[in-house]
C-alpha cells in the first residue's frame, strides 16, 4: 500500500483545514487507517484513527471535539477534517494503515503502512 497524504497548509488559530490520504496499489477497505503526528523536536503522537467499516473511531485528548475522521472506501480515501485549529497542532501529519483493520490503535508499531506527510502550520 502506498499512501500520500495532502491538504497541508499554514492557517490561523481558529481556522479549519482537511487532510486528505489517498491510497495506491491496494485497497485499504479492510484496514484500520490512523492519522499521527509530528512536531519539531517531538516523538510522532496519535491522532484519530477509524476501523475497515468506519463504526469505531478514536482521537487524542488534544483534538477530541474539534476533528472528525472518516473514510470512502470506494475512494481508497481517507480525510481528517480539523477545527479550531491551534498553534499546538502545528505538525507533519502521517496516515498510516493497519492490516488489522477492527482496532483502532493509538500505537505507531501497530501500523503497517506510513505515508510521507503533509505540513501543518497554525499561526497565532
Known amino acids: 500500500v502506498q499512501l500520500q497524504a495532502s491538504g497541508g497548509g499554514s492557517v490561523q488559530a481558529g481556522g479549519s483545514l482537511r487532510l486528505s490520504c489517498a491510497a495506491s496499489?491496494?485497497?485499504?477497505?479492510?484496514?484500520?487507517m490512523g492519522w499521527f503526528r509530528q512536531a519539531p523536536g517531538k516523538e510522532r503522537e496519535f491522532v484519530a484513527a477509524i476501523s475497515w467499516n468506519g463504526g469505531t473511531t478514536n482521537f487524542a485528548d488534544s483534538v477530541k471535539g474539534r476533528s472528525t475522521i472518516s473514510r470512502d472506501n470506494a475512494k481508497n480515501t481517507v480525510y481528517l477534517q480539523m477545527n479550531s485549529l491551534k498553534p499546538e497542532d502545528t505538525a507533519v501529519y502521517y496516515c498510516?494503515?493497519?492490516?488489522?483493520?477492527?482496532?483502532?490503535?493509538?500505537?505507531?508499531?501497530?501500523?503497517?503502512?506510513w505515508g510521507r506527510g503533509t505540513l501543518v502550520t497554525v499561526s497565532s
Open positions: 498510516a494503515a493497519d492490516f488489522d483493520g477492527r482496532k483502532v490503535s493509538v500505537a505507531t508499531n501497530s501500523y503497517e503502512y
Open positions: 496499489e491496494r485497497a485499504i477497505s479492510w484496514y484500520t
